[in-house]
């Protein structure tokens, strides 16, 4: 259990209703540092250089070097061990690009706590609390730092984190203001960092912070969170294992039978650790964690947080998305739209009268009396801004009655009741607000009335409005009885609240139909709210919306029948929320699920890609989800999908292009041991070709955008593996037609220059250049499956382009200047050597985009 007496405090200013001010929160953030645990430092430098020096290309790059020496090649030595610091510096950028990536992330991750400063509540960034705070605590709210409660009501807290007790701890009920307690108290008014609210809300005051706090004393820290590889890591790292094991086979192999023919065990290693070289794809894990990191920070930049890399991997595969209504299909800045009694009702819109009728008066008050006075739930504080302008002045607003007690909402009652006590008067008032059926049923009225409330009601749901019933009733002073039900209520009437649909939502779920993916609605609301949303939506309403009632009465064989046609879902209750997610999945469904309450986060975490609402969701809600809209828009959750397409497609590409970069590489290494050649690849072109191959399998491909028919095509399988029979076939093609094209090139150039002293150097060069040449066609022919490369309109891709440069620049240094060339030993090709090489790309490039089009169909099944 935790000791409360070893808590450790700074001093903290006196308790103020208004909270701190920015100055003095700025000074104490200044004092005492961030209110966070120690992180994982990211990798140093030193560290950094490590990991890449244990790389199995660096090690074959030292051992090529030290071979070089032992030969008394001491030019190529240097070059050698000279680009392997060019390799190291561009390993270097790329992962520390990932981690700038992932570390922009986890700042956006962090809990956000509710604060009132300078009088006025805000939230802000938990690590920015201090000491001296006023935080304001609701119902799913992770405890952001140590807090003594200075109000409560209804409060339970989760401490299991720090006590290992499952049951959550009722806190006292405490009055606002009020003093700091003794410290006899302190236990039981102190709430702690990392607990869970369960229920209830309460403020507190900033005791503890960081380190400081009774979890930072327990020594959580995030350093010691280890996450496991992604699915996709694993199929990378398989791959990578098994083409190594291979390909040190075959190096092996072809050392000594080098070795044998030319009598030179020097010259045999070398040729084997080239081979090595050609067949090692160490750009595999570096391209996979670029992608995957970069594809999480661009969703960022759309306001999605991707707290899970697996739900990167896993959007393009979303079959069924289940979304709530309220905030994700409409904008959830709710206003009171119409007043309904059964004597009178009122339009409350902006064409409304200036006076609200005497009668309803009466209706509107105690819906104020039956809400919070501070509060985010947008249709109390609708309710309350009605209030400040239809009753300001009438004296049916009562600041200064005293709150008794509450009822809160249960799923067994879906209705609340608030107890006030006036100054003037002995018994108490109680207002009650809730679903229309529940209220009736609290009030206990007959058949009949009930049936004529019931039609108003669907007649106002039946215009998209959400309808709650309102009652009051008195009691006596003396003992509260401990349910609603034991009051006398008395029916006042409706209030219709508007929440209109965001204006992108349809546009948004039309897009999803064409993708192949279904969208269904799973509200709280009245079906014919629902319905009525749900066709302003877009949403297919033509089949009746499923209740949660008639849900409970379905065995799971009738719930499946009943989903291939049901597209709306109303009156359900959290638990209903997460049979329904298991039913699609069973149905062999990928569903991603939005929800932002404590009861969602089961569902959330039972689906496929749980979605949290990153403004008004709860926090234990976005710690279950793998997802969090930051802005609670469902055009972005759209926007993640496509995204999560574009990630899995382009490195589709990239592993293409890297099994057909390798395949002539690989070729060419082992080709002179079977026609009698001299070594066509030595480990420095090896290394000019993976400055080409590295960027553009991690940069290049990433940056190229989503194809333009997509979105258009039914999401892929989630088994779908990167590594399958289309992506191998795809580049084996490419990659052998290119080494056929390359062999016929060097014979070619050998036989042409058979009187030249230097054709070995002059047929090396012609090859390394259409090889070079090729494989920057390779990239621009794959960046598209489904259009031909020429002509391509649209935004260029800035990095292939600089690619592109670099490489040619870098190609006429080699060929052009004598003192380079020699170092790639090469001689300089004559005019009709050259051309001749031209047309041979132009050949490549040709059989490149017949590839292309003949597997485009298998490529788009």
């Known amino acids: 259990m935790i000791d409360p007496d070893s808590r450790t405090t700074s001093a903290a200013p006196p308790l103020r209703e208004g909270g701190l001010s920015r100055a003095e929160a700025a000074a104490a953030l200044r004092r005492d540092g961030p209110n966070e645990l120690a992180a994982s430092r990211p ?33 190529e030595a240097l070059m050698l061990l000279g680009f392997v610091f060019v390799v190291m510096a561009i390993s270097g950028v790329q992962q520390r690009r990932s981690e700038r990536s992932l570390d922009a992330l986890r700042d956006l991750s962090s809990p956000r706590a509710r604060v009132v400063r300078d009088g006025v509540p805000q939230q802000v960034a938990a690590r920015e609390l201090v000491v001296g705070d006023t935080v304001m605590l609701a119902e799913g709210d992770r405890v952001p730092a140590d807090l003594v409660l200075t109000q409560a009501r209804h409060l339970a807290v989760d401490e299991s984190l720090l006590t290992g007790e499952s049951e959550p701890v009722d806190r006292p009920e405490v009055g606002a203001p009020a003093a700091a307690p003794a410290p006899a108290d302190a236990a039981a008014w102190t709430v702690y960092a990392g607990t869970l609210v369960t229920r209830g809300q309460a403020r507190g005051r900033v005791v503890a912070t960081g380190a400081r706090s009774a979890l930072g004393r327990i020594g959580q820290s995030l350093a010691t969170i280890e996450t496991g590889l992604t699915p996709i890591q694993r199929e990378t790292r398989q791959v990578v294992r098994r083409i190594a094991i291979v390909g040190l086979a075959l190096a092996a192999v072809l050392a000594v039978a080098r070795g044998v023919v030319l009598g030179d065990a020097l010259q045999g290693l070398l040729a084997g650790l080239t081979l090595a070289m050609a067949i090692l794809p160490e750009e595999l894990p570096v391209v996979l964690s670029l992608f995957l990191g970069l594809g999480a ?79 985010f739930d947008p249709m109390e504080a609708a309710i309350g801004e009605a209030g400040q302008r239809w009753l300001a002045d009438t004296g049916h607003l009562h600041g200064d009655w005293t709150l008794v007690d509450d009822y809160p909402l249960s799923s067994e009652m879906l209705a609340m009741s608030r107890v006030w006590q006036s100054p003037d008067r002995r018994e108490r ?15 206990h009225l007959d058949t009949a009335r009930g049936e004529r409330i019931a039609d108003q009601v669907r007649r106002l749901a039946a215009g998209g409005l959400r309808v709650l019933g309102v009652a009051r009733a008195t009691f006596p002073a003396g003992t509260l009885p401990s349910l609603q039900h034991d009051f006398a209520y008395e029916f006042l009437g409706l209030v219709a609240l508007e929440d209109p649909v965001r204006p992108d939502v349809p546009a948004a779920i039309v897009e999803c139909r064409q993708a192949g993916i279904r969208v269904v609605m799973m509200t709280g609301d009245h079906p014919a709210t629902a319905l009525s949303v749900a ?5 297919q309403a033509d089949a009746p919306a499923m209740t949660g009632s008639e849900l409970a009465t379905l065995d799971d064989a009738a719930l499946q029948q009943r989903l291939a046609r049901t597209h709306v879902f109303c009156r359900v209750q959290p638990q209903q929320k997460l049979r329904l997610v298991r039913a699609f999945q069973a149905r062999g469904e990928v569903v991603a699920m939005t929800g932002d309450g404590v009861n969602d986060a089961p569902a959330l975490k039972a689906a496929d890609i749980g979605v949290a609402m990153g403004a008004r ?59 009698g050649w001299p070594l066509l690849l030595m480990p420095v072109h090896i290394l000019f070709l993976q400055l080409v191959i590295d960027p553009a399998c991690s940069v290049v491909f990433e940056a190229e955008p989503l194809e333009a028919g997509a979105m258009r095509q039914r999401p892929r399988r989630p088994d779908q593996r990167l590594f399958d029979a289309s992506v191998l076939a795809r580049g084996l093609w490419q990659g052998t037609g290119l080494l056929l094209l390359l062999l016929l090139v060097h014979a070619a150039a050998r036989h042409l220059g058979a009187a030249d002293p230097r054709r070995d150097e002059v047929a090396r060069a012609v090859t390394f250049a259409v090889l070079v040449l090729c494989n920057l066609g390779l990239i621009d022919v794959n960046r598209s499956w489904c259009r031909p490369t020429w002509p391509r309109a649209g935004r260029p891709n800035r990095p292939f382009v600089a690619v592109t440069l670099a490489t040619l620049l870098m190609l006429a240094g080699v060929l052009g200047v004598p003192a380079l060339g020699g170092l790639f030993a090469f001689a300089p090709p004559g005019a009709t050597l050259g051309l001749a090489g031209l047309a041979a790309v132009g050949v490549g490039l040709l059989w490149f985009e017949a590839v292309k089009h003949r597997l485009r169909p298998r490529a788009q099944a």
């Open 429 to 443: 008032l109680i207002a009650a607000k809730g679903a229309p059926e529940a209220i009736v049923d609290l009030c």
């Open 43 to 75: 990798r140093s430098v030193w560290r950094l250089v490590r990991d890449i020096t244990l790389e199995p290309m660096f090690l074959l790059l030292v051992a090529c070097g030290v071979l070089y020496l032992a030969l008394g090649d001491r030019q």
């Open 535 to 539: 066709r302003q939506a877009g949403l």
């Open 617 to 675: 969701g709860t926090e234990v809600a976005r710690e279950a989800a793998a997802l969090v809209l930051l802005d609670d828009d469902f055009a972005s959750l759209v926007t993640a999908v496509r995204h999560g397409r574009r990630v899995f497609a382009n490195l589709r590409k990239a592993i293409v292009f890297v099994v057909a970069a390798h395949v002539p590489i690989i070729g060419l290494s082992i080709a002179p041991l079977l026609f």
């Open 297 to 375: 920070w661009r969703l960022a930049r759309e306001k999605v947080l991707a707290r899970s890399i697996p739900a990167v991997e896993l959007l393009g595969a979303t079959t069924v998305l289940c979304v709530d209504k309220t905030g994700t299909l409409t904008f959830n800045r709710m206003a009171v739209s119409r007043l309904w009694s059964e004597q009178d009702e009122a339009d409350l819109g902006p064409a409304a009268a200036p006076v609200l009728q005497e009668a309803l008066h009466g209706l509107l008050e105690h819906a104020v009396l039956a809400s919070h006075r501070r509060t």
